[in-house]
């Protein structure tokens, strides 16, 4: 599996398997396990997901070494804070029945951050965490953090795909050692991304799906992409992007779809912060 090294050392492999929206316990566990036998050694989950118990049984099960898999989770808002960061980690911890975690996520930039990140440099410091990151950080929020505290996030997990490519910001993370991450790589479906002219053709000329091409355009440039599905043929086939290479040309093709706009989720905006800052998950 092809790896990027994040800013501690830490090797990470450049395709995952996400599992946002997958409420089903039982479809969660099935689906983590089929992305483990096919290959994928990246599961990246979060608090808020409320899915980390199924994602932990089907690491159990699979029968993968612990420490061949790369497991992700993240901090939701309303345990922002020294204290409660760190009882959210430790009950993270027990629901995917791990004794560390690879990747702890601040996954918004909302409320207390600078306590969370007190807190996640501790926990790093004490060997239970592999790396830490941020999720959704905006230049201005990442630097804030960078310059008051002595960890530099390893990873920033945004919303990047063809729609909203991320030039400027990734460019911004790279000059300052922070590992950019995608999610949403196929913009959840919206845009009738799979049915895209320009992908589509780009596809059928390498004898692959959308899907793939997507994913590959975004490990050409060095983004870690973690897909999501429920159904087997396409949890092998996001996999399956290692054995062709997109062209300089089908690049510039590619770049031209950016609306450079959040399509997803702007991070500008008011309402959203208040929206999220009020959702919450219960045990
Ligand atoms: P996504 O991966 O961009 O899109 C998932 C959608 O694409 C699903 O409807 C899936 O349908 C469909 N799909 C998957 N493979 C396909 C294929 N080969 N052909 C056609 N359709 C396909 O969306 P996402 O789940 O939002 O993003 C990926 C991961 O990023 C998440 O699971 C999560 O881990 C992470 N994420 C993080 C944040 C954050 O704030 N940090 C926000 C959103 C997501 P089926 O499942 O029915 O196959």
């Given at each position: 599996m092809q790896s990027v090294t994040l800013n501690n050392g830490v090797e990470m492999p450049i395709l995952g398997f996400g599992v946002y929206q997958i409420d089903d316990e039982n479809v969660c566990e099935e689906s983590v396990c089929n992305a483990l036998m096919e290959g994928y050694r990246l599961i990246d989950t979060a608090a808020v997901y409320s899915n980390e118990k199924a994602v932990g049984r089907a690491i159990k099960q699979s029968g993968v070494p612990r420490e061949e898999i790369f497991v992700t989770t993240k901090l939701w808002i309303q345990d922002a804070g020294y204290k409660s960061a760190r009882k959210a980690f430790e009950t993270s911890l027990n629901k995917l029945q791990l004794d560390y975690l690879d990747l702890y996520l601040i996954h918004m930039p909302f409320g207390d951050i600078h306590g969370s990140w007190r807190a996640m440099e501790e926990l790093y410091h004490e060997g239970?965490?592999?790396?830490?990151?941020?999720?959704?950080?905006?230049?201005?929020?990442?630097?804030?953090?960078?310059?008051?505290?002595?960890?530099?996030?390893?990873?920033n997990q945004v919303e990047t795909h063809v729609f909203t490519q991320q030039v400027e910001n990734a460019?911004?993370?790279?000059?300052?050692?922070?590992?950019?991450?995608?999610?949403?790589p196929f913009a959840e479906g919206k845009n009738n991304i799979f049915k895209n002219e320009?992908?589509?053709?780009?596809?059928?000329?390498?004898?692959?799906?959308v899907a793939q091409v997507a994913l590959r355009w975004l490990i050409q440039r060095g983004i870690v992409a973690i897909p999501k599905s429920v159904h087997k043929e396409r949890i092998i086939e996001n996999f399956?992007?290692?054995?062709?290479?997109?062209?300089?040309?089908?690049?510039?093709?590619?770049?031209?779809?950016d609306s450079?706009?959040?399509?997803?989720l702007s991070l500008h905006d008011p309402e959203n912060v208040e929206r999220l800052s009020n959702m919450k998950f219960h045990d």
């Open positions: 239970k965490i592999r790396a830490i990151g941020v999720s959704n950080f905006l230049n201005d929020r990442l630097m804030d953090l960078i310059v008051h505290h002595e960890i530099v996030p390893t990873v460019q911004f993370m790279k000059d300052h050692h922070v590992q950019i991450e995608s999610w949403g320009v992908l589509a053709s780009i596809a059928e000329k390498h004898h692959k799906s399956n992007i290692f054995n062709f290479e997109l062209s300089r040309a089908d690049m510039e093709r590619i770049a031209k779809l450079k706009e959040n399509l997803i």
